[in-house]
């Protein structure tokens, strides 16, 4: 309950990470590889071009997260913007080794 | 007219509020019975009663038709069901009646609406899920949920305002009040369709949503997330399947929502969106309008209500736990709330829909159906949409709350019921995602659709895991936007900054305005009292005493301007 004692977890360690990393690149590789091995039924012509999934998949996705990033300085607050704040949500510092009770 | 009346008391939805009043006035002991035991004798209700309409009867010259059981509706009444089980489960540790009341009632409210046959007696179920589900905000017991909850009950209210004028205006052009297809050339045509738009949250009309759903008590998210916007989607379907322009507005809406996930800090506030954003999926099937379009979008809202009940489930484990939901304050989650992890990620894999979760089984026949109908525009945005959902639901909000860096909390795991609910709605989108046949075979229509093809499994793992590795590299080179305290600004913005502003500033301006005129109208009023102390005051002309000769010679002047005006 305690924050003193923080013993590395599972997921923390940098082998483990990599690992993760590593088995997703090499995944990728194996389904851009698959290209060639399977019959595809494009519906309209360009999605059957080679790899439009991967590069759909990958362009979309930095397409949302780079402009949604771009828009945050446009769209960011602060969080009594509205002046209807919780004053009683808890600050981190505050909220630390807080004990969580049953109910 | 007795059997009838039989039937209409015969409803699922009926039971369901029953329950909710008994859970009302009786001891907390029996509670199991009324959230988890009836919830099961109405889906066997539901299922026992034969296709076709029930429960007819004429009341001030109206025909209702209080049960009306038919592919569409029964699809939607099971699920709505399903969801009341599992949220009562999720629910049950909690000492709170008026949570558990206004859950009830508000499932047999969404329950009666889709079995509705008519317009009147959908606008009145339609009201009562307004009234029912602000309790769920309200039990959250601070000032700022009590605001917020007006705002929601306003909206909510403005829908059905706009269902009855809409009634009203269809009655009396046809003389029918039938809850048929209506389609926008329909007399009240457009105003119905505004009204169910609003509860859909079409885009510009969704903010009540992301304003009201994140604020509500751990539980009372997860209820929320089930019955309003789904039911709007099953009105959608039943009065406009077809209908044009939802195709564009349905597009618009898988688009901009992940947008404002992708940057929002508060974790179920993302799951609003996010499910807004899911929502759109349902709304362009049901513009497209084929019967694997509306199948889809009918098997899509069963399996979005699992895999969204339960990412809020597991949300709510940790609002619960930890206190706050805010991606900036967690992280390392998963050291004291494993279990919770996991079911979190069986619930992201779903959304994202990775082959064997629900998800994918239900999405792609939308996709399909586009295709079909060479909407090439709308399949990509929802292609492109395909891979934001992977982003916001599918790792960010697993990511951030149970990995990333570890902020130190060493809380318990969520209680037993709340993992059991957890466990039970895995399990089921698992098994939806595994062997979908059950699922397709209670669909609205009978459509041919498999689909696990090798071209169709591949290309989603293709887009979905180079998306995961477009993560990895923002992620690692420190271009992924962090997570900070903060909120966004959004079209809740117009009423809650813009119009204050503009009726506080009108109402200056009026005050300034009527100030201006009055003291115009006082100087005009001063200068005529003067002209008039002048003429007839103390020292004025006609006051002043006069001699008896100017007098003469006055009314001399009178009697020869009379004797000239005589001629």
Known sequence: MSRRERPTGWFERRVVIHTVIATLAVVCLGLLIAEWFYAKHPYFGFDGWFGFYPAAGFGAYCLIVLSAKALRPLLRRDEDYYGEADPDEADLEESIGREHRDD | ?567
């Open chain 2, 1 to 567: 007219m007795t059997d009838a009346l039989g039937a209409a008391v015969a409803s699922p939805a009926l039971l369901l509020m029953a329950a909710g009043l008994m859970l009302a006035v009786t001891p907390r002991l029996v509670r199991a019975i009324w959230l988890l035991g009836v919830p099961v004798l109405a889906l066997m209700l539901l299922w026992a009663l034969p296709t076709g309409l029930h429960g007819q009867v004429s009341l001030f010259g109206f025909d209702l038709t209080m049960l009306r059981v038919d592919g569409l509706s029964r699809v939607w009444a099971t699920i709505f069901i399903i969801g009341s089980f599992l949220a009562g489960l999720y629910a049950l540790h909690l000492d709170d009646r008026l949570q558990h009341v206004a859950s009830l009632i508000y499932a047999s409210a969404a329950v009666g609406a889709v079995l509705a046959g008519d317009l009147v007696t959908l606008f009145i179920f339609w009201e009562v899920t307004a009234i029912s589900s602000v309790f769920l905000i309200w039990a959250r017991r601070r000032v700022r949920a009590h605001i917020i909850g007006l705002r929601y009950l306003i909206i909510q209210v403005i829908s059905g305002l706009l269902l009855m004028v809409g009634a009203i205006v269809h009655h009396r052009a046809t003389g029918s009040i039938a809850f048929g297809h209506l389609g926008l050339e329909a007399a009240g045509g457009w105003l119905i369709f505004l009204a169910f738009g609003i509860k859909a949250a079409f885009p510009l009309l969704h903010n009540w949503m992301q304003d009201a759903y994140p604020e509500s008590t751990p539980t009372g998210t997860v209820v929320l997330s089930i019955y309003t916007t789904k039911l709007a989607i099953y009105a959608l379907a039943r009065g406009f399947a077809g209908t044009e322009i939802l195709i564009a507005i349905g597009a618009v809406m898988t688009l901009f929502p992940i947008f404002y996930a992708v940057i929002e800090n508060d974790l179920r506030r993302v799951l609003a969106y996010s499910l807004n954003n899911q929502l759109g999926f349902m709304v362009v099937g049901i513009g497209i309008g084929t019967p694997l379009a509306v199948n889809g979008a009918a098997a899509h809202a069963f399996a979005h209500i699992l895999y969204k009940g339960l990412l809020l489930m597991s949300m709510g484990a940790v609002l619960y736990r930890v206190g706050t939901v805010k991606a900036s304050e967690l992280g390392g989650l998963y050291k004291s709330m494993p279990a919770t992890a996991v079911f979190c990620i069986v619930g992201s894999m779903s959304i994202s829909a990775f082959p064997l979760f629900s998800g994918f089984v239900t999405k792609s026949m939308i996709l399909t159906a586009a295709a079909e109908q060479h909407h090439w525009i709308v399949w990509c945005v929802l292609l492109i949409a395909s891979a934001g959902v992977l982003d916001h639901s599918g790792i960010k909000v697993p990511f951030f709350s149970f990995f990333a860096h570890d902020a130190g909390y060493r809380v318990k795991e969520a209680p037993a019921n709340m993992l059991a609910a957890m466990a039970i709605t895995a399990a089921l989108c698992i098994g939806i995602g595994v062997y979908p046949a059950p699922l397709y075979a209670i669909l609205p229509f009978d459509v041919d659709y498999s689909p696990y093809t090798a071209a169709h499994v591949i290309n989603q793992l293709q887009l979905l895991l180079f998306a995961a590795l477009a993560f990895v590299t923002l992620y690692r080179s420190g271009l992924y936007p962090p997570e900070v305290r903060g909120i966004n600004i959004d079209t809740d913005w117009l009423y809650r900054r813009a119009l204050p502003i503009v009726v506080a500033g009108s109402r200056r301006a009026l005050l300034g305005g009527r100030k201006r005129a009055i003291g115009a109208a006082t100087i005009g009023l001063a200068g005529a009292r003067q002209r008039l102390e002048q003429a007839f005051g103390v020292r004025g002309v006609m006051a002043r005493t006069w001699t008896t000769g100017v007098m003469l010679l006055w009314v001399t002047a009178l009697l020869a301007a009379y004797l000239l005006l005589y001629y």
